[in-house]
């Protein structure tokens, strides 16, 4: 009597909806979790986005289209002079550049337990030095270039190796480090801009020299004139790269361990704080290329007293895309495309540009919520599962 | 039917992967010490966590005095007047006694005459008499942190006294007590009992049930194997039934045959965070082919010693030699290649990394070196083929092989992932620091036949337990050490178990 | 030396209030990176409530809009720190990562919204609210002593506001029946679990709590730092009452001490600046002092610290 009531409450909970089961099929599969689940975060923000657009009377589709248009993706109904879609694109690759590198610094830090708030700090130490020393120099392109970037990763793997070391030295946390440099660096660099090197027109740095910059800038082609970001050909590379360091590398296996256990890391006999001062030197190091190709690259000035956006957003970008280095390829390029986009869309359709920065906000919230969505599958998956196993063990309890 | 005052019938409960109870019914009358036997794992506390609350029964039924209840939180099983001392206490470190024990029901006072507070003075005195009254005494005012592991223990059952429960819960409440304090708590249970409280004791071991328990029953994976009348049953029955098969109790074990020194202590002073002595000037040493084997109650500075041994911790004070070498400032790794093996505490925590694969977890001691890495280049292949062997050596279960995630795998399988690992090491000294906690009787015997065959190989063993009867069995020679100093050494053959038990206390030999 | 210690007080009593906020939020056990976000999104939206009332026209109302500004950024604070608390706690998100993703909404959500308010008001969809200044009042006779005297004078109407609220703040937390219970889930959860008390309520509320006191010295900063809610609302206090709470060891105490040095630090630099005559842009060299400050504090400080023993971690009731 007790068994057939509770068999039939279970078959209850069995019969779930198909969309949830489908749903639960889709994101229960472990090995594609972890894109499965982005995804998923992605479309509920954009579906969030719709509802609010909605809300403001316009239409969600033709918004979304425009983002498109907007950073090169679709083709815009027309084009000003010299320019096509193949512009549009190359400038949303221009500023993609800089946040690719800005977010495989979150990730280097990560996977080592750290979390490097600081790159928008380290991103501007390294603009400048490359600014001050190879921008305004009379080096032709082949030199200044390499030197650049040279001089970007050294900058910026210092700062990182700071803030490493201050955590390692006097256990001061490596958030309230990063923000207090962060103030200090804008502030002692602003101090510089103001003093020597500003314009006084655009109430920004003097340009770095042309053969300094890492975009090539008005080229003609094809009668086009488009921006052609030379930074962008180190990413692809570079984030190859830090996949290889973190999975094959010795450096990376201790690096991750002391990400997942520090005190498995210590017993296991890892040099733990060594460990950390190495992860945020890459790390920064990445930032620095982060900020060479933002200053010399997207832009080629400096304005004093401001951080740029770009090294708080990578940390969201970095957590979308997993913090894995390819996943992070794609989720740069999808945030980079709403706020290029966003410009577009404000003047096309006619809402406020800030929806741009709300829907990638949206898209950081459910990706927040990964884990959540993972725990919801995993328990819907037992409570299937579990369902199965009833009616099975039943059947067993029939034949006996 | 009413003479029960507790009944779960049918009880079903499943965690992913697993079903801790299977169908499980148990009575128990008002006023009696019921025991609740089996091994680890075998989901006797899943079983009293669902009768205070803390999970709920997927299927089943609870009765309290006759009515059926549905238990969905600690709070509700207070109510029921149920409590429950956990196996790892749940107390707040910086909190005192009295602020621990009124904790969810602190009684009301006035701040500065008007702001609702709560009564500490007042509690700390109604505290005083209730730890009397019970012949458990604490002083109210001293904080958790500060106060000795069998002291927890008092606040946790004064807890529940202070909730006016009338069945009582023990979760293993002799785990981490010494032989006298043991007889202490039996006593207090039985005090109980007599003033009319029902009493539910879980526990795996048999002597405790004999000498205090009216009826037990007992589980094995989950299932109810019977319920016994304590007095009319012999231990012997009761093990076997506990683990399905026939146990033996003796540790067979080949006459010792010492060889020269390997490790030297010598004055040896470690320090904790707040810079206090944990441990005080110990000297020891351990010889090839000897299991030393340190006792001592939970926080009285063994597992400094061995931090300080394999360099975890630094050492304040004294030397530690390998084979002669000084080795008191050399880091973790150059210890472990210079031949020390330390299975920790606390596995999970320390000894893997539950979230690598089983095999990336059984290179995490030579991923360093060739054939593994070869100019800071990762060989798989090295670390693949590592790792099948020594699951096949081993006998390491998991559910993918060497791709398998430590943190799915069993406790006991984890436990043999790190002997195997330490021990391929092939070190001169090997420690060990509660290499059985929280195993079943299986998986302690192929530890103990382990750590045996490593002594009989000529290896130096180094035994940290808070087992007594483990001590017992496997040691050579015993240190018993007590609020951070070592209290005596001596051959394991002249010291009987109450002996170890009275140093382990802190009484001081002539 | 009285302009450093009223211009000090002035910066001083808001950062910790915030940093209260934060002293909530992390003794009960949940990490907090989302202050300069709950500060920012408290005060947009009393700066909204005074632009909705008052349709840009404050004159002759300024005190009384003040507090309407104020009641408003402690319930906008309080409800939108239900955010934060909603991802950690039912949601388990990662507590660090949830306070990122909420700074960043803060801004993306505050900047979209007084646009658009601003053009439903005046037509124009500038980013910011023109708030005035906040009243300032004198004791007479106190502030004649010297030194001491310039605690009482030109006093913000704020300040003696947070005091009480600080005073009250501490007698909850270390008093209350309440306090007791948070400061343990902090340090134990399985302990208060135990002893039958619902640890996430206990958080959730907490969190709730750290937003409402953001959002109070958020209005605090847009009235006197910049006197209008803005963008540059987001300046990073946020960010310094946190290295403040944990420069004070997560105890409401020292952490009054660790904002005082903060606010008398950067007024004594500004007055520096102004008594050497210096040029404009050392003013920006002058601006470091506090950072640099707080960073050679932390050097010597730092090793002693203890958080919470249950900080970050994600409490789940079945496990162990």
Known sequence: MRKDKNTAGRDKNTTINPFVRGAVTILGNEKHQSISIPLFAILLSLLAGAIVILFLGKNPIDSFISLLQGSGILPKAQYAAKKNMLTDFLSMINSLTPMIFAALAVAVALKTGLFNIGISGQMLVAGFAATVTVGYSNLPMAAALPLVLVVGIVFGGAVGALIGWLKHRFNINEVVSSIMLNYIFQYIISFFINSYYMNPVTRQSRQVSAAARLTLTDVELYGLKMDIPLGFILTIPVAFLVLFLLNKTRLGYELKIVGLNRKAAKYAGIKVGKSMVISMAISGALAGLAGVTLYLGTFASIQPRVLTSVGFDSIAVCLLGNAHPIGILFSSLLITIISKGGNYMSSMVGIPQEIAQVITGLILLFSACGAYIRYRVELAKENIGNGKLRIENNGEGGQK | MDEYIVEMRHITKRFPGVVANDDVSVSIKKGEIFALLGENGAGKSTLMSMLFGMYEPDE??????????????????????????????????????????????????????????????????????????????????????????????????????????????????????????????????????????????????????????????????????????????????????????????????????????????????????????????????????????????????????????????????????????????????????????????????????????????????????????????????????????????????????????????????????????????????????????????????????????????????????????????????????????????????????????????????? | MDIIIIEGLAFALPLFIIAIGGIYSERSGITNLALEGFLGFGAFIGAAAVTAFTRGNVAGIEVQMFFVALLFSVIGGAVFAMLHALLCIPFKANQVISGVVINILAVALTAFFTSQINSVIFGKPTNKFVLGVCEKFTVPGISKIPILGAFFTDVYYYVPIIIVVALFASYVLYKSRFGLRLRACGDNPHAVDAAGVDVSKVRFIAVMISGALSGLGGICFAYSISTSFSPSIYAGYGFLAIAALIFGNWKIGPTLGACLLFGFARSAGYKLAQVLELASTFSDIIMILPYVLTLLLLMFFSSTNRPPRALGEIYDKGKR
């Open chain 2, 60 to 510: 089943g039924e609870i009765f309290i005095r006759g009515k059926k209840v549905k238990i969905t939180s600690p709070a509700q099983a207070t109510q029921l007047n149920i409590g429950m001392v956990h196996q790892h206490f749940k107390l707040v470190e910086n909190y005192t006694i009295t602020e621990n024990i009124v904790l969810g029901q602190e009684p009301p006072s006035r701040f500065m005459g008007f702001l609702p507070s709560v009564d500490i003075k007042g509690s700390n005195k109604k505290i005083a008499e209730l730890s009397k009254r019970y012949g458990l005494e604490v002083d109210p005012r001293k904080k958790i942190e500060d106060i000795s592991v069998s002291t927890r223990q008092r606040v946790e059952i004064l807890k529940m006294l202070y909730r006016e429960a009338e069945i009582l819960i023990f979760d293993e409440p002799t785990a981490v007590l010494t032989p006298q304090e043991i007889e202490f708590l039996l006593d207090i249970i039985r005090e109980l009992r007599n003033s009319g409280k029902t009493i539910i004791l879980i526990t795996h071991k048999l002597e405790e049930i004999k000498k205090v328990a009216d009826r037990c029953a007992i589980l094995n994976r989950g299932k109810l194997v019977g319920v016994l009348d304590v007095a009319s049953t012999t231990t012997k029955t009761m093990a076997n039934m506990m683990v399905g098969r026939e146990v033996s109790f003796k540790i067979e074990k080949n006459p010792a045959n010492f060889g020269p020194e390997v490790l030297n202590v010598a004055g040896l002073t470690v320090k904790n965070q707040d810079g206090l002595q944990v441990v005080k000037n110990v000297s020891f040493s351990v010889r090839r082919g000897e299991i030393f084997a340190i006792a001592g109650v939970s926080g009285n500075g063994q597992i400094e010693v061995a931090d300080a041994i394999t360099g975890l911790i630094p050492a304040s004070g004294g030397t530690i030699s390998l084979n002669g070498n000084d080795i008191t400032n050399s880091g973790v790794r150059e210890r472990t290649v210079a031949g020390i093996s330390y299975i920790p505490e606390d596995r999970q925590e320390v000894g893997l990394v539950l979230d690598f694969s089983l095999a990336e977890n059984l290179a995490m001691k030579k991923y360093f070196r060739e054939p593994f890495c070869e100019k800071g280049i990762l060989n798989n292949e090295a670390f693949e083929e590592h790792g099948k062997r020594l699951i096949e050596e081993y006998d390491i279960r998991s559910g993918q092989g060497i791709s398998t995630t430590v943190r799915s795998m069993s406790g006991g399988n984890q436990q043999k992932a790190i002997v195997a690992r330490e021990i391929e090491l092939s070190s001169e000294l090997m420690i060990f620091v509660q290499p059985t906690r929280g195993l079943d009787i299986g998986a302690i015997e192929n530890i103990h036949r382990q750590i045996l065959a490593q002594r009989d190989a000529g290896r130096a063993i180094l035994l940290i337990s808070l087992e007594l009867d483990e001590i017992i069995g496997l040691a050579d020679t015993i240190g018993v050490m007590y609020n951070g100093e070592m209290l005596n050494i001596a051959p394991a053959e002249t010291l009987t178990a109450n002996q170890v038990g009275e140093y382990m206390m802190g009484v001081k030999a002539e």
